[in-house]
Each structure stands twice: as C-alpha cells, then as structure tokens.
C-alpha cells in the first residue's frame, strides 16, 4: 500500500456500487480523504462506512448527477468539511436499453444528463478548487464510445460525448488541471445480474483475456491517471477492456 493520495480529497460519483465504489475504497487505501458519493444514499453510507472500518478515511453524501443544486450544496460542504479538492471521478451513469425509435424524448435526455452533462457540472462547480489544487478529472466512459451494441443509442452519445469532452477541457483548462478518460470493457458489477450465464460465457469468449474485468482492475487505471505517475498524461482515453476493442472481430 502507497500513500500516493495523503493530504488530497477525491470526489466519486456513482460510488455506492461497481466501479465507483472499487475507486472509492482504492483511493482510501492509498491515503485520500474520499467523498463517497451517489443517488443511493444507503449504499453510498456502507461504501463509506466500509472505508473507515478498515482504516480509511471517508464520509458519503447523496449527490444525484442530474441535479445542479446539488452539486452546488455538495461544494459547499466539501469546502467546510476538507477545504479542498484534488480528484474527481465522473463515475454515475444510467442506461435505458431500447433502439432510438423506442426511447421516448425524456427517456432520452435523462441518459444524456446524468452520463454526459453530469461532467460538465462537476467542472463548473469545481474548477476553481481543482485549479487551486492543480487537480484532475477522470471520467469513467465505456467500450460504448468507440463501437456500438444495439439497443445503446443514448448510452453510447453520451459516453462517445465524455471523450470529446475530456479533450476539450484538457486543452481549456491545463497546465493547472488535467484531465482523462478511461474507456472500461465487460467489467463483472452488479449491472451483470440480471445476465445469463449463456450471455456471461459468450462475453467471456469475445474477451481477448477471456474473462469479465473486475471493478478493482477499472480503479487501479483511474488511480493511475488520477495520481502524479500521469502528471503529464491529460485530455488521455485509457481503454480497459481486456482486449476487447483491440479485435477487428469479435472472436
Ligand atoms: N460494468 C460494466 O461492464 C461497464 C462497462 C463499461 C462502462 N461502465 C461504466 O462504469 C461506470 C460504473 O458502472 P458500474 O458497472 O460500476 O455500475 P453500478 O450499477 O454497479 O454502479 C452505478 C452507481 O451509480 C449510481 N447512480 C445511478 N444514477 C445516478 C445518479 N443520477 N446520480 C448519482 N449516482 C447514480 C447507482 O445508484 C449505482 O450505485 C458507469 O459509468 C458505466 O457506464 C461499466
């Protein structure tokens, strides 16, 4: 274990669960103060709860994504409680499976707000901390952004969006702030189950490693790209997807 985060705040959204929550508990192992944050208030409680069980150090809040207001409030209490911030990773999301003819227009801007617009409040509420820091983002898209799987449309706007986005605010607001992407793969959280194992086995066998990621391999590249081992590493997509996008056909 390295200490690589002592001293530095890091915000997760979407931390209740998944990838969110491997982040959480990774950053805490690795000295960060971490603000457990999701819709799910409960779950965002025992992820933080988790974290100080086993020595770390963390407080959660609800914090859904879509909503402005919130992330203001969420700022204010930040600066109260840690007066700073360091890290902040967009991690929420949610996903209505359906073609683009079968997605009413709400269905439709709901996905769009909470997996891409979410990033754009998270800068504008802490830019000015993150400067002051001389912190980074790290965005959580998908293998969604660069091929497309039916039934995705939304999901796949918005998380294609997250990399174009990234890029333009690396370039908007380096040299203090970076900030990255990192692109997951089949990665086994609970969005897997409601899968069947016919399902898990041919996803299995279309993964060049042959297997679901964990969420543990997804946190360790945002750690990475959230630590100073990336400190030249910005506006940067990191795929995770153990080979998948690699392939001109799925095997
Ligand atoms: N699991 C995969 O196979 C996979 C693959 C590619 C990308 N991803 C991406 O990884 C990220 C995490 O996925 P996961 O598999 O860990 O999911 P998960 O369902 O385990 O966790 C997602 C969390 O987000 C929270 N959430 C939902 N809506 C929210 C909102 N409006 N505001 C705040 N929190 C909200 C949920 O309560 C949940 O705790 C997502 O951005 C997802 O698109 C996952």
Redesign the pocket.
Known sequence: MTNAFEGRVALV????????AATARLLAERGATVVV????GA?ARQVAADIEQAGGLAWSEV????DGAAWAALAATIDERAGRIDVVVN?????TVAPAHEQDEATWHRQLD??LT?VYRSVRTFIGALRASRGNVVN?????ATVAFPGHPA?AAA?GGMLALTRQLAVEYGPQVRVNTV??????????DGADEAYLDLTRRSVPAAR?GT?RE?ATAIAFLAGDDASYISGASLVVDGGFTAQKDPR
């Open positions: 959204t979407g931390a209740g669960s998944g990838i969110g944050t999701d819709l799910d779950r914090l859904d994504v879509a991690n929420a999301f949610t996903l909470v997996d979410s959580v898209s998908s293998v969604h999901y998380k692109l997951p793969g089949p990665i086994h959280t609970p969005v897997w679901l969420a997804v």
